[in-house]
């Protein structure tokens, strides 16, 4: 198992978000977790790429059988884990080919490869920014600083796919964006998939898994998952509301 | 704050006496009758202590405590420029090195490239030129600087840069700085005239560096004359060990439609303070002035700025920054005069500082002092501390936490070098800034 997450509890200056959340994630697979707004859908996504304040009370967070936990969140990125950020951060000074080429040989000197030049780096680079549809000129730009939302967004699909990550985290990465942009970043996300690694999306909307199908689907409700699903269970929610999944399951008909 | 052990007049008359008997022979009768005349007036004006307000930021008590022996320059002395220092010495560039206050031939590459521009020691200049000598004893007493004073009653040599009317070049001169630091506590006093004549233009780098460990109180001073119409872009970088007390003072006297920009880099020393003036004595003469201070462990930085708008229509632009590491602090004080008759002044200033430690400190204190209606002054300041969502971005993407703090603080600091026109002194600074953050952070 790439991912497990066992009864996991987490809280934001000492209140409780998370409460007992479990789940697994098999390498190969897109999960989508889906929650109103203060479900801890954004906690979920922080606790696992290690942001302070995040504070785990009970339970274990597995990676490749590894206690993810007890690494820094530049050991996880090293180690293949990524957080598309909801709010991806302006760093004024910092050109973005700077940042994207220093994580790259962060993470590259980590799994034991060569370090890439900046000729070497922009050669790699090329094929990376035509996934993500990006005007070149936002890679001499500072870090996402006067960017509009879609292309903060792209930006942070580009950063996924120069770092390749084998467990990728994706938090409401559809919130703010319109129809073209939603596409174009989910045609990168899905460029992406493959049999070696493995996708957590985290959206507020069935919108993104009508472009981002997902293999299984979780309800997350005041800190647990209350349900899951194949992909049809993102449609039922659609139409019924989450009111609907707090109700007790009529059958198993929904839980596959 | 140890006690005083004796009176720093007494003590300073008293090397002066010793040190003259030394150099007399050696030295131009100008600045030998200077050296006289300074001395009387280092008695007169008298040494501050921290009660003087001006002075309250700035620990002179190593200063008057430590038996600082005034260096007595050997032209002869082998030395090598020290390695921070040969960041900033660019093949085709004129260098002139100095060695406790004497140039030194040998190291020095001084062409007369037809550009106008003429680089030499101060001794041969006051032969040559009789603007020199009066700049060189030019004293306004009404703004009396015991610290100046003293540089001149302790002169032996400096540097003269002149450039002649219209004429210029964009290749920086660069004037290097070097102070032996050994063989005791060492008294150095390093001086610069510059003169710009009329519609010319000057790029002039100065840098102050040690040679050895040791030591040393550097008492600079640089006089700066724009003539008018002139253009002049000015890097001064301080790179002296960590035992050295550097007490500065740069004065600029603008004439009309003069422009200047002096960019400030202190980078080393133990206790810095720079003086700096700049007059804008003539109609529409414009001052941009940069700083940028990066300081760790327990030092001490105090800029002191005086821009004085004395006729109307003149312009200052001003920011500085400061990187404040470790227990070290950082003084900021600008006062921005603008005289009765200086109308339509347009006056801005920003001072931004970075904390790195929770021991470190940064003070900024602006002070304006405005005699005319009808201008514009603005200022403001901050302080603040790495932004820890960057830092967490940076680190979630594989950067290590010390260098995603190196990354954000010269992110911090970028904006001072890419307001330097000359790409070699951009990219010296840069890799000079990055390597002392290294050994911060």
Known sequence: MLLEIRNLHASVEGKPILKGLTLSVDAGEVHAIMGPNGSGKSTLANVLAGRDHYEVTEGEVLYRGRNLLGMSPEERAREGVFLAFQYPVEIPGVSNAYFLRTALNAVRKARGLEELDALDFLEFLRGKIELVEMDDSLLQRSVNEGFSGGEKKRNEILQMAVLEPTLAVLDETDSGLDIDALRVVAGGVNALRSAENAMLVVTHYQRLLNYIVPDRVHVLFDGRIIRSGDKTLAFRLEEEGYDWAKSPPETNRAVA | ?441
């Open chain 2, 1 to 441: 704050m140890a006690p005083v052990t004796f009176e720093p007049v007494d003590a300073f008359t008293a090397r002066h006496r010793d040190f003259t008997r030394e150099v007399d022979g050696a030295t131009h009768p100008v600045i030998q009758a200077l050296r006289e005349s300074a001395i009387a007036r280092v008695s007169s004006i008298g040494f501050p202590t921290r009660k003087h307000e001006e002075w309250r930021t700035t620990d002179l008590t190593p200063v008057y405590a430590t038996p600082f022996s005034p260096a007595i320059p050997d032209p002869g002395s082998a030395v090598e420029i020290p390695l921070p220092a040969k960041l900033f010495l660019e093949a085709s560039s004129p260098l002139a090195v100095f060695v406790d206050g004497i140039f030194v031939t040998r190291l020095s590459r001084t062409p007369t490239d037809g550009h106008g521009v003429t680089v030499s020691a101060l001794s041969r200049m006051l032969d040559e030129s009789g603007d020199f000598r009066a700049l060189l004893e030019s004293y306004d007493e009404s703004r009396a600087d015991v610290f100046a004073e003293l540089n001149s009653a302790f002169l032996v040599d400096g540097a003269a840069v002149q450039v002649e009317d219209g004429k210029g070049s964009d290749r920086p001169v660069v004037l290097l700085h070097l102070s032996t630091a050994a063989g005791g506590p060492r008294h150095v006093s390093p001086r610069t005239a510059v003169i710009a004549g009329r519609g010319s233009r000057l790029r002039l780098v100065e840098i102050h560096a040690s040679l050895g460990d040791g030591r040393t109180f550097t008492n600079a001073r640089t006089d700066i004359s724009l003539h008018a119409e002139s253009t002049m872009e000015y890097v001064r970088v301080l790179v002296e060990n960590e035992g050295t007390i550097h007490i500065d003072r740069t004065s600029v006297l603008q004439e009309t439609e003069s422009t200047a920009a002096t960019h400030s880099f202190v980078f080393g020393g133990g206790t810095v303070r720079h003086n700096l003036v700049h007059t804008l004595d003539g109609e529409g003469a414009e001052a941009r002035l940069f700083g940028l201070v990066l300081a760790d462990g327990r030092r001490r930085v105090d800029n002191v700025t005086r821009i004085e708008h004395a006729r109307p229509s003149t312009r200052s632009f001003e920011r500085y920054k400061g990187i404040v590491a470790g227990e070290a602090r950082h003084s900021f004080t600008g006062r921005i005069v603008v005289r009765p008759d200086a109308a339509k002044t347009d006056a801005r200033q920003t001072i931004a500082n970075l904390l790195l430690g929770a021991r470190a400190s940064a003070e900024v204190k602006p002070q304006l002092e405005i005699l005319s209606d009808d201008v514009r002054c603005t200022h403001g300041a901050t302080v603040g501390r790495l932004d820890p969502d960057a830092l967490f971005y940076l680190r979630s993407r594989g950067i290590d936490a010390d260098e995603a703090q190196r990354i954000l603080t010269r992110a911090f600091a970028v904006e001072m070098l890419d307001e330097i026109g000359e790409e070699w002194m951009r990219r010296s600074l840069d890799t000079l800034l990055q390597d002392r953050l290294r050994r911060i952070l």
